[in-house]
């Protein structure tokens, strides 16, 4: 069983169009991330949410709304697609935090807007 | 904010040698400090980490030390395969985020 699963895993879409990716995780984690990696590979958080409640959201810009359901979802929508936002997008869940036990990672959404 | 400095950016070995990533963080306050291997496509993967009331931990070929007082901390892999080949990213965190070095890339020439 994937611990951490997201969909899609390829996401090609036009400019100015509303997306969203979904993230599930069986691991019983109160915690869940979004990271965003750019095309020079470095890895930057975007949101963290521990049981459902928004507790980091690292400037990103409003057309970025995450939502959680439950705590064992943890989506991302987008809003007006602009090309910058080609990246790749995982989503990550660990317990009460990253201090106490590991983050395992989604594969990955790769997000391209043409 | 935290900001996590990691060098070299790429480096090549040949197989058999040793391999060392080093990397510096600014928050005194991050107490969590993993390393993370991500191969080209797929997702990272936790290799080893350590906490900040320790100084050095060891798997097999794989050992993480750290320095508090110069915030600093180092990956050493011995004895390099070419399944090591990949990018290997450090990071810091106090809880709720991971703050990432830029990555190393390690070729294992074989």
């Known amino acids: 069983d994937t611990a951490v699963s997201q969909t899609p895993k390829y996401l090609v879409t036009q400019m100015g169009n509303d997306k969203s990716i979904k993230c599930e995780q069986n691991?019983?984690?109160?915690?869940m991330y979004w990271y965003k990696q750019d095309s020079k590979k470095f890895l930057k958080i975007m949101f963290s949410?521990?049981?459902?409640?928004?507790?980091i959201n690292e400037t990103v810009p409003n057309r970025f709304s995450p939502k959680s359901p439950d705590k064992a979802h943890l989506n991302l929508h987008i809003n007006s697609l602009e090309l910058g936002d080609s990246a790749v997008y995982f989503c990550?869940?660990?317990?009460?935090?990253?201090?106490?036990?590991?983050?395992?990672f989604g594969q990955g959404t790769r997000l391209t807007v043409v | 904010g935290e900001n996590v400095e990691q060098h070299p950016s790429t480096l090549s070995v040949q197989e058999g040698d040793s391999a060392v990533i080093k990397c510096t963080y600014s928050?005194?306050?991050?107490?969590?400090f993993p390393w993370y291997k991500q191969e080209l496509g797929k997702r990272p993967q936790l290799i080893i980490d350590?906490?900040?009331?320790?100084g050095e931990k060891k798997d097999q070929r794989i050992a993480v030390t750290l320095n508090k007082t110069a915030k600093h901390f180092s990956l050493h892999i011995t004895e390099t395969q070419p399944e090591d080949s990949a990018v290997y990213f450090c990071?810091?965190?106090?809880?709720?985020?991971?703050?990432f070095g830029a990555g190393t890339t390690v070729t294992v020439r074989a």
């Open positions: 949410y521990n049981n459902k409640e928004l507790i």
């Open positions: 691991l019983g984690h109160d915690t």
């Open positions: 928050d005194s306050a991050s107490n969590y």
């Open positions: 350590i906490r900040s009331n320790v």
């Open positions: 990071a810091a965190s106090n809880d709720y985020k991971l703050s």
């Open positions: 990550a869940s660990s317990q009460e935090g990253h201090s106490n036990t590991e983050a395992f």
